[in-house]
């Protein structure tokens, strides 16, 4: 069982930066890829980004991709999503997420941190 906690949302100007963390429960954190998702109003949940348990192996969508960063650190149990040269089109809520390595679906989600980008 792992539990996820984000944190560091906020409201933004267009142009600006935030960094999201995520912060899971348990000793066995790196045994785990970890990603990031995203929801804007009256839209599916899409994947931003993905890393690998060793911090290694990343994947950007296309829409962040030169923007955001995704990295972690496993001895803090924690992942981060550096946010940058923000846009209004990135207003949503973020979700972090694990999943086992070799399943493709991710199992554990956290609650969701807010994100409000202002033009």
């Known amino acids: 069982q792992v539990q996820l906690v984000e944190s560091g949302g906020g409201l933004v100007q267009a142009g600006g930066s935030l960094r999201l963390s995520c912060v899971a429960s348990?000793?066995?954190?790196?045994?785990?890829?970890m990603g990031w998702f995203r929801q804007a109003p009256g839209k599916e949940r899409e994947p931003v980004c993905n890393?690998?348990?060793?911090?290694?192996?990343?994947y950007y969508g296309d829409s962040v991709k030169g923007r955001f960063t995704i990295s972690r650190d496993n001895a803090k149990n924690t992942v981060y999503l550096q946010m940058n040269s923000l846009k209004p089109e990135d207003t949503a809520v973020y979700y972090c997420?694990?999943?086992?390595?070799?399943?493709?679906?991710?199992?554990?989600w956290g609650q969701g941190t807010q994100v409000t980008v202002s033009s």
């Open positions: 997420a694990a999943r086992g390595v070799g399943i493709r679906t991710y199992r554990y």
């Open positions: 348990g000793r066995t954190f790196s045994s785990y890829d």
């Open positions: 890393i690998n348990r060793g911090g290694v192996s990343t």
